[in-house]
């Protein structure tokens, strides 16, 4: 039976509400503009997936404390920080459904709320000296600004190797992931020893998790995000690397002449996919995700028993398993 992210919360179903609470007065303002951006944005929220592992993880690792809150709410405010500059960046209108930040209040205002949450994330941890946490979320975001920017300079070349491929997404999704998981055992009070085990722990997740995302791309679900978008976008992702690699030299010619100039052309997108599918990229991909699955269930089974754990290794199903 498919993991049900209500049964997952189960065993911090009361922290999860509380934290709600704490987080939306982490958020408020006395600018009244800002504080009715910031109600919006807490409004749309996703899955609560970031959250969740961090619980997970102090509860597994030794049990949930005040700066526990404080830690996950660290992480969501530097986080949405990030997502509120990054649609500005892509010029998108839409997030999860709802329009974008940018969308309604324009670019400045968009830009000048991201700063804003971050500068609260900030704040949270130096006003209740939690530096342990704030250098690890902070490391966090400054590797997701390099992998996003690591992965614009390749976009523009197309010459990406495997290797390159697995650095830009450990940096870009795998360590947010990973620090939520350390920031979780960190909070709990954990030793040095749990907490780097549980950021190992959390970075295989994030490699799983994006190889997942990439997989989407190929339509091999119903729904999700729109196929051929990273095509669209020129991402070299691993199904298309692989494929890439094991190609003839003409072959790897005409597909990368199609990525770099007919990437706008639907027909030519489905030329790229088709040619993905028959070379064995998507299998090879799944393949490797599995693998960092594995590895991931493998820490968490060394840990001792408990709902959290069964929990915890139900999320990780979940990441995999999910259809969007």
Not at 9 to 34: C, G
Not at 163 to 187: F, P, W
Not at 272 to 300: C, H, P, R, T
Request: aromatic share 8%; charged share 30%.
């Amino acid at each position: 039976m498919k993991p049900d992210l209500q049964q997952i919360q189960a065993p911090i179903a009361s922290e999860m509400t509380d934290f709600e609470k704490k987080f939306r007065s982490f958020m408020k303002s006395k600018v009244k503009l800002l504080d009715h951006i910031t109600s919006y944005i807490v409004k749309r929220k996703g899955k609560q997936m970031r959250p969740m592992f961090v619980f997970l993880t102090a509860g597994v690792t030794g049990g949930i404390s005040e700066s526990t809150y404080r830690g996950a709410a660290l992480i969501e405010l530097l986080h949405t920080a990030t997502l509120v500059h990054d649609d500005v960046v892509d010029d998108a209108n839409y997030r999860r459904g709802f329009f974008s930040v940018n969308a309604l209040w324009k670019n400045k205002i968009a830009v000048l709320v991201g700063d804003y949450l971050l500068s609260r994330g900030l704040l949270l941890s130096v006003d209740n000296g939690d530096f342990d946490l704030l250098k690890v979320v902070s490391n966090a975001v400054r590797e997701m600004s390099e992998g996003e920017l690591l992965q614009i300079a390749k976009a523009r070349k197309l010459d990406i190797t495997e290797e390159v491929y697995y650095t830009i997404i450990r940096q870009k999704t795998a360590s947010l992931i990973a620090s939520c998981c350390a920031v979780g055992a960190l909070t709990a009070g954990a030793d040095e020893e749990v907490v780097e085990k549980m950021r190992d722990f959390g970075e295989k997740v994030g490699m799983a998790f994006q190889i997942k995302d990439d997989l989407f791309d190929y339509g091999e679900d119903e729904v999700g995000k729109p196929v051929g978008i990273d095509i669209k976008e020129k991402k070299m992702t691993l199904p298309l690397i692989y494929a890439l690699n094991n190609a003839s030299w003409s072959d790897k010619k005409k597909i990368i002449y199609l990525i770099r100039n007919k990437n706008e052309n639907k027909k030519a997108v489905n030329q790229v996919i088709d040619f993905v599918k028959a070379s064995g990229g998507l299998n090879y991909a799944e393949e490797i995700m599995n693998k960092f699955y594995q590895e991931a269930l493998g820490i968490l089974a060394g840990l001792p028993d408990s709902d959290y754990k069964v929990s915890l290794e139900n999320l990780v199903r979940y990441t995999i398993e999910r259809k969007k």
